[in-house]
């Protein structure tokens, strides 16, 4: 397989289940692709430049760590590959930055939760959600956090990112006044009972009701790594999960939803 920075860290893996230890010992950052959950999340969002961004580290360091397993790179790919240091921020500072104040800022800390192996995603989202309208959030961590970046953008967020210090990252999130862009908007979707019975003979059924996040979120992307193009997935779930609508559009699935009743939704996602 030949590499590229854009590759995504999910390709590789599933190319070769040993890269999860060759990208492991680059740095203690990639210590994460151990656990299976977190590589199951973060995996499929970050392509290689991200996770050199998220390491800072060079994107040649994958390259060479790879290159034993079977992985190649073109010339012209490992001539043309320039790091982005990370106190080198490309964003423009944002305006709510000059007005940040400790009064309106909610700190969270997520570094002792990931160095204990655990995802800190549900309480990032709590914090969130719970965020009033001039309210920023800043979330510490020891490096950007991308794929959360990929979930709040979206939903209307600006956002910056600062390194204080060495291993030391602090990433900024402000509502935009503008509307949020809707992951899901049932007026626009096709109509569930057609494409039932498009699908009647050719939907496999998971059920991930009885789950506790971010489970289903997993067992659905598993799933759908290995679903004939010509066949559906019929999802039992117990609410519209917004997060997930994201990364099905991203991987080319479209979705119809029924909401059934209370803790009661159904999904059909298909090519």
């Known amino acids: 397989m030949q590499l590229a920075a854009t590759t995504k860290i999910s390709t590789i893996l599933k190319a070769n289940p040993a890269a999860i230890d060759a990208i492991a010992s680059i740095n203690r950052h990639f210590e994460k692709l151990r656990n299976p959950v977190l590589r199951k999340i973060l995996a ?42 990370m106190e080198m921020d490309i964003l423009e500072r944002p305006a709510f930055m000059a007005n940040l104040t400790s009064s309106n800022t909610v700190v969270l800390d997520v ?9 800190p995603f549900r ?16 979330i510490v961590n020891t490096f950007e956090p991308i794929p959360l970046i990929a979930v709040l953008r979206p939903k ?6 600062e390194t204080p210090g060495p291993n ?3 990433t900024y999130f402000k509502k935009e006044r503008g509307e949020e862009k809707k992951a899901y908007a049932k007026d626009s ?6 494409v039932l019975a498009r699908y009647s003979d050719r939907a496999r059924q998971l059920d991930v009701r009885q789950m506790e996040m971010p489970r289903p979120m997993v067992a659905i992307l598993s799933a759908l790594e290995t679903l ?6 019929h999802v039992l779930h117990c609410k519209v999960p917004q997060f997930l609508l994201p990364q099905l559009a991203e991987r080319g699935f479209k979705v119809s939803i029924k909401e059934v009743g209370p803790n009661e939704v159904y999904l059909l996602i298909y090519r």
């Open 156 to 161: 209307g967020f600006e956002y910056y990112t």
């Open 123 to 138: 309480q990032i989202m709590d914090a969130v959600n719970k965020l009033e309208k001039e309210q920023v959030l800043c």
């Open 228 to 233: 004939p193009e010509e066949e559906a997935l």
């Open 189 to 194: 979707e096709p109509d569930f009972e057609d």
């Open 44 to 85: 499929s969002r970050v392509t290689i430049a991200d996770a050199a961004r998220i390491g800072n580290c060079r994107v040649e360091d994958f390259y060479e760590k790879l290159q034993p397993l079977g992985f190649s790179t073109a010339d012209e790919e490992t001539k043309s590959v320039t790091s982005i240091p």
């Open 168 to 170: 030391l990252v602090k």
């Open 111 to 119: 570094r002792a939760a990931i160095a204990a192996n655990n995802d």
